[in-house]
């Protein structure tokens, strides 16, 4: 089978970047980040969160191809921010949501156990 190897999905080979960082050449405050190793369900939730920001003017994401195991997000800030800021912003904002779901999550599990 043509098919790669399983892993490959997910384990980012030695000496690649987990995420790298390109400038828009044409665009003032606009950059691509290339995230490895990762699909829709990161670039979806992230390209969200990116939109729930003011400075914000676009944030998009793409798969380059199927077996191509990044995304490719896009952003484009107003001049107030730079699109680093609303990247780090984002991600520590994510981080801070799903904690939060995390601790909710458990807290109900133990509630719930200690009723069985």
């Keep these: 089978m043509n098919a790669p190897d399983r892993y490959e ?3 980012v080979p030695e000496g690649t970047k987990k995420v790298s960082y390109e400038r828009d050449t044409k665009i003032i ?6 995230i490895e190793r990762e699909d829709h369900t990161i670039g979806n939730i992230l390209r969200m969160q990116l939109h729930s920001d ?3 003017l676009f944030a998009g994401y793409k798969l380059p191809h199927p077996l ?8 484009h800030t107003t ?8 990247y780090n912003q984002a991600i520590n904002d994510l981080d801070k949501e799903l904690d939060h779901l995390k601790n909710a999550f458990e807290n ?6 200690r009723d069985f």
């Design 9 to 11: 999905r997910f384990v």
């Design 29 to 34: 405050n606009a950059a691509t980040f290339t």
């Design 54 to 56: 003011e400075n914000v």
């Design 68 to 75: 191509q195991y990044k995304i490719l997000v896009r952003i």
């Design 79 to 86: 001049s107030q921010s730079s699109p680093m800021q609303a």
């Design 108 to 113: 109900e599990v133990a509630k719930h156990a």
